[in-house]
């Protein structure tokens, strides 16, 4: 029985959602980044328009969730009092939000690539509205660490340095499509990225270039350890459904997994158009008419042995039958 894309994702994400048996944290947004990753050129190198009720659910289930991260941040950086959350509150939300930053970074440059690679306007413009929401709670987040409003030195330090290895995870993601597609200003540091690039794409054609997407999987749950997760709405998990639902169906294994790109590139092989005669260069063409040409008239080139000189009797063909009238004649002339 064939599944849909919807379904399919939404079976990928509960099976996440579930695997720690809590809402999405910051690491499993930083899995689902780095898978959305792994398979994006499956959705660049496509060529059908996207379907403009999942575009509308991507945006307005994102807008609904960035609105909430929203009010939650105003209050505390309008606050002229202590900050109410404790330190290791604020600190798992800002975690949570940086890596849902990478999310949207990620996904805004690749619906770009797809919307350059197709010559059409259509997911980037949304992408882009939605990034800078991103963008613009960021800029409340940073407000609050400069003010250092009920935050330790040592509090802020570390959430510093989530700060920064977040971007560097970034850059990292958005390497090889930089390289490619010349996406630079997604990135927090464009030569850094560029670099990462560089050497994610003379690594593409590697015997095992798939098991450096397992490499980076496993740095990702070491730089994001499973824990505690700041509340959130169901607006999230309906937004990243939305995003996974915009790939294409045969990129999904039935298990709801993604197909590698080389498989889905074999696969999609056996829809092309085959090749006739008429396709082919000039020089082929002529080749395949000569040897047809030859092999159909074998049979007309092929001639029965002529009789040896000498020789009294005739052979007499294998497919030729020989009648009881014409035996009775030759014996009689044999014995005259």
């Known amino acids: 029985m064939e599944h849909s894309p919807i379904s399919i994702s939404v079976n990928c994400l509960i099976h996440?959602?579930?695997q720690n048996g809590i809402k999405l944290n910051s690491q499993l947004t930083a899995q689902v980044t780095a898978l959305l990753t792994s398979q994006s050129l499956s959705l660049i190198e496509g060529n059908g328009p996207f379907a403009p009720?999942?575009?509308c659910d991507f945006w307005s289930h994102g807008q609904e969730h960035i609105k909430y991260r929203r009010a939650t941040l105003e209050a505390l950086s309008q606050s002229e009092l202590k900050i109410e959350a404790s330190q290791a509150e604020l600190e798992i939300i800002f975690k949570d939000f940086f890596a849902e930053e990478m999310l949207i970074r990620v996904v805004?440059?690749?619906?770009t690539a797809?919307?350059?690679q197709r010559g059409q306007c259509q997911a980037e413009p949304i992408a882009r509205s939605l990034f800078l929401s991103f963008?613009?709670?960021k800029r409340i987040i940073l407000k609050i660490l400069v003010?250092?409003?009920?935050l330790s030195n040592e509090v802020m330090k570390r959430i510093n340095a989530t700060r920064r290895s977040i971007e560097r995870w970034t850059d990292m993601l958005l390497g090889q499509y930089i390289q490619r597609f010349g996406l630079e200003e997604f990135a927090h540091d464009a030569e850094r990225a560029r670099d990462f690039g560089e050497d994610q794409l003379s690594q593409s054609t590697a015997p095992h270039a798939g098991q450096a997407w397992n490499l980076i999987m496993a740095g990702l749950r070491v730089s994001f350890p499973s824990g505690l997760t700041s509340q959130t709405s169901d607006h999230w998990e309906a937004m990243l459904g939305a995003i996974l639902a915009c790939y294409p169906f045969d990129c999904f294994n039935q298990s709801a997994t993604m197909k590698s790109l080389r498989q889905l590139r074999y696969e999609r092989s056996g829809f092309l158009p085959e090749s006739s005669p008429e396709q082919l260069p000039e020089m082929i063409r002529r080749r395949m008419q000569g040897l047809s040409e030859t092999s159909g008239s074998t049979e007309k080139m092929s001639k029965?042995?002529?009789q040896p000189p000498g020789s009294k009797t005739s052979p007499v063909p294998q497919s030729q039958a020989i009648s009881f009238s014409q035996l009775r004649n030759r014996n009689s002339e044999e014995s005259s």
Request: no cysteine; proline share 4%.
């Open 114 to 116: 797809s919307d350059h």
């Open 53 to 55: 009720e999942i575009l």
């Open 108 to 111: 805004t440059a690749v619906f």
């Open 135 to 137: 963008l613009d709670v």
């Open 304 to 306: 029965p042995q002529t």
């Open 147 to 150: 003010s250092e409003q009920g």
């Open 16 to 18: 996440l959602s579930d």
